[in-house]
T-cell receptor, first 117, second 115 residues
Framework: NAGVTQTPKFQVLKTGQSMTLQCAQD?????MSWYRQDPGMGLRLIHY???????DQGEVPNGYNVSRSTTEDFPLRLLSAAPSQTSVYFC????????????????FGEGSWLTVV | AQTVTQSQPEMSVQEAETVTLSCTYD???????LFWYKQPPSRQMILVIR??????QNATENRFSVNFQKAAKSFSLKISDSQLGDAAMYFC????????????FGTGTSLTVIP
């Protein structure tokens, strides 16, 4: 069971370039989300999805785009990279509905380190 | 919107001693879950402990236990017999079960374990 898989783990971009962070999970979770982690600011939600074909904005969505064509995949696109998007990005997944106490945990990928120069 | 507050940016503890990390949250919901996650230098997010709001009994996982005070909206983590491997960033998180699916995270507490 691979859990949540993120790629790439490290990436350096030039300002203005675009790229896609890939995220896949094999736990049949309806809920998937992207967070960015910056020093002193904890985890901030970028976008999330409660199922295939459904996405919504989180706290800091500007400059990012997502889609959810399948249950398993939830890619995050940086449309035109800016230095302010230098961060560590985490993809996470969970069941959407209350499936009992053991099923409501959120599972994280290992993180993607992105530097925009 | 729900908020989660961790008022201790940094904490330290001597090896083998006990430390308590604080967390408070704001919600109007009655049914929700609370979590503590550990993030070591590798940056991997690891679930430490989970608490269901409808349970009065405090959750425990080996050396980790919580003090859940629902009326006070407080959810502290106690680490007993601290080990060097406990050194990490700890995040408190909240999830309501009846309104939306989002998880809300605190800003984290960095724990140092002194040998």
């Amino acid at each position: 069971n691979a859990g949540v898989t993120q790629t790439p783990k490290f990436q350096v971009l030039k300002t203005g370039q675009s790229m896609t962070l890939q995220c896949a999970q094999d736990m049949n979770h309806e809920y998937m989300s992207w967070y960015r982690q910056d020093p002193g600011m904890g985890l901030r939600l970028i976008h999330y999805s409660v199922g295939a074909g459904i996405t919504d904005q989180g706290e800091v969505p500007n400059g990012y785009n997502v889609s959810r064509s399948t249950t398993e995949d939830f890619p995050l696109r940086l449309l035109s990279a800016a230095p302010s998007q230098t961060s560590v990005y985490f993809c996470a997944s969970s069941y959407s509905f209350d499936v009992g106490s053991s099923g409501n945990t959120i599972y994280f990928g290992e993180g993607s380190w992105l530097t925009v120069v | 919107a729900q908020t989660v507050t961790q008022s201790q940016p940094e904490m330290s503890v001597q090896e083998a001693e006990t430390v308590t990390l604080s967390c408070t949250y704001d919600t109007s919901e009655s049914d929700y879950y609370l979590f503590w996650y550990k993030q070591p230098p590798s940056r991997q997010m690891i679930l430490v402990i989970r608490q269901e709001a409808y349970k009065q009994q405090n959750a425990t996982e080996n050396r980790f236990s919580v003090n859940f005070q629902k009326a006070a909206k407080s959810f502290s983590l106690k680490i007993s017999d601290s080990q060097l491997g406990d050194a990490a960033m700890y995040f408190c998180a909240y999830r309501a079960m009846n309104t939306g699916n989002q998880f809300y995270f605190g800003t984290g507490t960095s724990l140092t374990v002194i040998p």
